[in-house]
């Protein structure tokens, strides 16, 4: 029997099939609007107004070259950051890389699960360990939906949330427009003193979460793998035409590694899927830092999550407030869901062990609930959540920048010098900002 084929219809069935790989950029997405940025934005808008604005657009440049390349190694190798790093170390190697990263994963889920907690609280008055226990069970239904129902509506679930906290964050403005003129004046490059620079190292510092890089080229992955048996159940069905015989999507085997052409089109996909997420997202923290300088310019306690809830309150009424606190608990509840998801394709990939979505969820939602039944100030903790964050960042991008160069990886997919030069520009401010960040932080 000949192999069937592609025809001009079916050609054009493929091509317009470009917009469902749009999604997985979407899911890294919620890791730039987490509840750990959200202080950071008011503050900035709150203390200097519109004087940071460039910050988070350099940012969020920076923040789509990482994403893309993260995301191009899962297309082009079909293998995600954790399982080639998993081929390369020896077992020692893994189990420390391991260990670092599961550090980290467990410290974005304290700043997850906390969100979503003070979010619960301010929205209802939920105690905040409670709130945390709500935000792990409703985080366990969304991963429950991955499991059971597949990456794709998984994608949707997160993507939906994404769309909720960019309304509830960014409602404010239509109520308080902010000055377009100053905005413009908020795109030059300037600082003014001390306190400035430190909150501008900050905000650029702490643009790209290590879990992800690690989540994006799995999500990639995952992605080519589904378009491959979505194609190939297509060749079949025609070639099947007129038959009693139905091909069915999960019966139909991966036909070996794409094609270069295959490729490119992916990575078309793929360049958009990341400019369109992180644009969304940039915006959304964007918005927050004009909210802020718009209507809460000199107001202090905007550094903590509640005094800046409180701030908005007063500023612009219960109504915004009680938006603003939805956004947040869809932040939470996103992030939190992501983050989980992350950990597990970091013990897959570098462990070869594959655990139960809900398993880990239940592993790291454990070390949130017992910080917050300490009583220690919710704020310090995502303080001290971000430091370990600041400890993964070389991690994660060292091995990604240097192995999206390796020619006998990605073949002629790998890194241009332009793009090389860049990524190691990127990867070596983002590092020394963390770093510098961590010096201060433990030197007062």
């Not at 989540?215 to 070639?239: I, K, Q, T």
């Not at 990341?274 to 802020?292: C, F, Q």
């Not at 454990?366 to 100030?377: D, F, Q, R």
Request: hydrophobic fraction near 55%; proline fraction near 5%.
């Amino acid at each position: 029997m000949s192999r069937p084929t592609l025809d001009r219809p079916a050609q054009g069935v493929r091509h317009a099939r470009l917009v469902t790989l749009l999604g997985p950029a979407f899911v890294a997405a919620i890791a730039y609007v987490d509840p750990g940025n959200v202080a950071a934005n008011l503050t900035a808008g709150a203390r200097f107004g519109y004087l940071l604005v460039w910050v988070l657009v350099v940012a969020n440049v920076m923040a789509v070259l990482v994403q893309y390349l993260s995301a191009k190694l899962g297309v082009v190798t079909g293998r995600s950051l954790p399982e080639v790093l998993g081929e390369r170390l020896s077992r020692r190697g893994r189990i420390a890389y391991w260990a670092q990263a599961e550090v980290v994963a467990m410290a974005t889920d304290v700043a997850e699960v906390i969100g979503g907690a003070i979010a619960l609280h301010l929205l209802f008055g939920v105690p905040l360990v409670l709130g945390g226990i709500i935000t792990g069970v409703v985080s366990m239904l969304v991963l429950a939906v991955q499991q059971r129902r597949g990456q794709r509506v998984f994608e949707t679930v997160v993507t939906s949330m994404l769309g909720v906290l960019t309304v509830g964050f960014c409602a404010g403005l239509f109520f308080s427009p902010p000055d377009l003129g100053a905005v413009l004046g908020g795109l030059v490059p300037r600082l003014d003193g001390p306190e400035s620079v430190l909150l501008a190292a900050s905000m650029l510092g702490a643009t790209v979460m290590p879990h992800a890089i690690y989540l994006h080229s799995s999500l990639a992955r995952d992605r080519v793998r589904h378009d491959a048996r979505v194609e190939r159940r297509h060749a079949l069905a025609a070639g099947a035409e007129g038959r009693d015989d139905v091909v069915a999507e999960d019966d139909v085997a991966v036909p070996g590694p794409p094609s270069p052409p295959v490729i490119r089109r992916l990575l078309t996909a793929t360049r958009w899927d990341v400019v369109a997420a992180l644009v969304l997202a940039g915006s959304v923290n964007i918005a927050m830092l004009l909210l802020a300088a718009a209507n809460l310019p000199g107001r202090t306690g905007t550094d903590s999550i509640e005094g800046a809830h409180a701030a908005i309150e007063s500023s612009l009424g219960p109504a915004v407030a009680v938006l603003f606190g939805v956004g947040l608990l869809a932040s939470g509840l996103a992030s939190t869901s992501v983050g989980a998801y992350a950990g597990a394709e970091i013990m897959s990939g570098l462990l070869h062990v594959r655990v139960s979505l809900l398993a880990r969820r239940l592993v790291t939602l454990v070390p949130a609930i017992v910080l917050l039944a300490t009583g220690v100030s919710p704020t310090w903790l995502l303080v001290v959540s971000q430091v370990v964050l600041s400890f993964g960042i070389p991690f994660a991008m060292v091995p990604l920048v240097r192995i999206t160069r390796d020619a006998g990886l990605l073949g002629g997919f790998r890194n241009g010098l332009a793009t090389q030069l860049a990524a190691w520009a990127v990867a070596a401010v983002i590092v020394a900002l963390n770093v510098a960040l961590l010096w201060l932080t433990f030197t007062g």
